[in-house]
């Protein structure tokens, strides 16, 4: 079916959506050309194809950034918030779904209302205390912090997948013998765990690429992740931008990778989470 | 029972941020160094904010945001969501394609746009310059720092409204659109009176959501200017952040904290309601 009949319009729809297309491309597209040439051909012409290919700019950002450890912090700091999340979030998203309790609407509202809590109005006492506690530079301090701020959009999204499981399931499991815990864990968790793999993703990649809070609370040079890393590398050690660029490109790929190959479930995920949560 | 399956996830969250963020209403009527005692001062920190050059400065451009935020980005996603409805072939290649900034990390589209397009010695910006045509760095100048921002974060913004429009216009009734068709309406006219209405919901729900991240934005201006240059490019966040962290005036941070809130509190009343709705049916 064709929305319109206008030739022209058609053919302006695909100019526009081209061009577009070329504005989201274009500083992708400058990230990945300057990742492979020399500071000195770049500062000539950022949009020349390169000369010579500069591989080692991959394994100077490698070393200066530190990846080997910053990238096994990220990677340990997104596992661990996956984890929290999932699993706290999967707990309450059936109780709220199901309404098992009275005070199911005061709870939804609760976080509903914390996803729009500015970072600011919770951050300075935390950090503070984190600090009397001894808890900055702690990692999985740091994915609890994550897990609170996430587990909202987590709740909400997963809310929606135990609401489309139907009653008549749990009421069988139950006339079965199945104890609650068991409804829940045998037979309600393993038909939503599309909706998990969904949150896991989202959730991994928002901490992956988590900003603020890692910077402020994860300072010390073996703790820091590699988001944070590359930005102290951009801002303070290095003008080479084909060293930077080739650093942000060793953190982007397995994202673009992950999201090309992963699309639906990201775009679901995302846009359900934040539309109808 | 099912009462304990609540407890990790409230816990969690009332330990790091509701207690803490009583404690952030509390200090915002103190003067605290972070370290030692707070002493209560009662309302200093908002009168002080009251005078404040910086504050005002802060709030206005978080205004000018919000503007900038409620009209740009969710023109060219509803936009181009009706394109790619439009177009079909191809949609979901689009679809990918414009989601695309949405997952890059800030920090990096920061850097990219920072050194790469802006920059005078390293970004297109400058090459522009070198064959003749003068374009200044805009994060550079206080005039239109803010708005060398506002571009970055629109980049790497819009996408998501797009996707997200588009899911929405792919549940307008077929019928609605078949008979704007017959009738001969051109794209325009499809547009402003059978599939905005049709999506009205989403819009509304995303111009609320609109309004309450302009009010948090903070790792592009923190990364891109760091507020500068001269504060032009300061907002609350970035004032509230610097204030605790740099100059240890956490009390102040906190009263800026709250200011943030207030504006986010009359949003977020909206925005519930609209979830009652929802969650009633």
Known sequence: ?????????????????????????????????????????????PLAWPEIYRWDNFTRAWND????????????????????????????????????????????????????APIQLFLFPLYFGFAKLGLINNVFAVSLIYTAIYSPFAVMLLRTYFLAVPKELEEAALIDGATPWQVFSKVMLPIVSPGILTVALIIGLYSWNEFLIATT??????????????FLLSGQYTSDWGEIMAAALIIVLPVIVLFVALQRRFIEGMAGGSVKG | MHRLYLVPTLLINVVIIFIPAMLTIALAFCRWDGIGVPTYVGL????????????????????????????????????????????????????????LPVVIATAITARVWQGMIYSPLTGVAGLITRAGFPVPNPLTLPSTALYGIAAVDLWHWWGFLCVIFFAALRQVPQEQIEAARIEGASFWQMLRYVLIPGIRPTITLMMIMTIIWSFL???FVYILTQGGPAFSSEVLSTLA?????????????????????????????????????ELDQ
Not at chain 1, 14 to 32: C, E, H, Q, R, S
Not at chain 1, 217 to 230: H, K, N, P
């Open chain 1, 217 to 230: 609370f994860l300072q010390r040079t073996d703790r820091l992740t590699a988001v944070v890393s590359f």
């Open chain 2, 44 to 99: 200093a920190n908002f009168r002080a904010l009251a005078t404040d050059r910086v504050f005002w400065m802060a709030l206005g451009n978080n205004v000018i945001w919000t503007a900038i935020f409620l009209t740009i980005p969710i023109a060219m996603g509803l936009l181009a969501a009706t394109m790619m409805l439009v177009a079909r072939r191809g949609s979901a290649f689009f679809q990918v394609v414009y989601f």
């Open chain 1, 1 to 45: 079916m064709r929305l319109v009949e206008s030739r022209t319009t058609f053919v302006l729809t695909y100019a526009a959506l081209g061009i577009l297309l070329l504005i989201t491309l274009f500083p992708i597209a400058l990230l990945v050309l300057n990742s492979l040439k020399p500071a000195t051909q770049i500062v000539q012409n």
């Open chain 2, 217 to 219: 934005v903070f790792d």
């Open chain 2, 241 to 277: 952040y610097r204030s605790a962290f740099y100059d240890l005036a956490v009390g102040k941070a906190a009263a800026v904290a709250v200011v943030i809130s207030l504006f986010g509190l009359a949003t977020t009343a909206v925005y519930i309601r609209l979830q009652a709705k």
């Open chain 1, 65 to 116: 950034a530190r990846f080997g450890t910053t990238m096994l912090n990220s990677a340990l700091l997104a596992a661990l918030t996956i984890v929290l999340v999932c699993s706290t979030g999967s707990l309450t998203a059936y109780v709220l779904a199901r309404r098992k309790i009275k005070s199911w609407k005061i709870v939804t509202f609760y976080l509903l209302a914390t996803t729009t």
